[in-house]
């Protein structure tokens, strides 16, 4: 898990694609889907997790107002944690995984 403050644990999780960090899970297409890919594979859904309240949150990728083409990767640092934001804050968002179904309440884009 990274314990970090936005743009430091941003900035690493963008070194981290590489497969060095372990919490950077997603599957099954690897290493960098765009929104149209994993939406096309079957995997609309990308799971996230707040890196401030460890809440996890899933994000409708196909719903979202972003070119097709934009890496999921990318999207890390658009998601928002609703919970944080009622709090005044803008933490960064840790992508978990990429899933065919939600299992979390959706975040806020
Ligand atoms: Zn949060």
Not at 63 to 91: E, I, N, Y
Request: aromatic share 8%; charged share 25%.
């Amino acid at each position: 898990m990274i314990e970090a403050d936005n743009f430091d644990a941003l900035r690493w999780l963008r070194i981290g694609y590489s497969g060095r960090v372990n919490c950077i899970y997603i599957e099954p297409i690897d290493p960098s889907p765009t929104i149209d890919q994993a939406v096309n594979g079957g995997f609309p859904w990308l799971e996230i997790q707040c890196s401030r309240c460890k809440t996890p949150s899933d994000v409708d990728l196909a719903a979202m107002k972003r070119p097709p083409t934009t890496f999921v990767h990318d999207l890390a640092s658009r998601l928002r944690c609703q919970k944080c934001a009622k709090a005044g804050r803008r933490p960064s968002a840790t992508l978990l995984q990429l899933a065919w179904q939600p299992r979390h309440p959706k975040a806020g884009v």
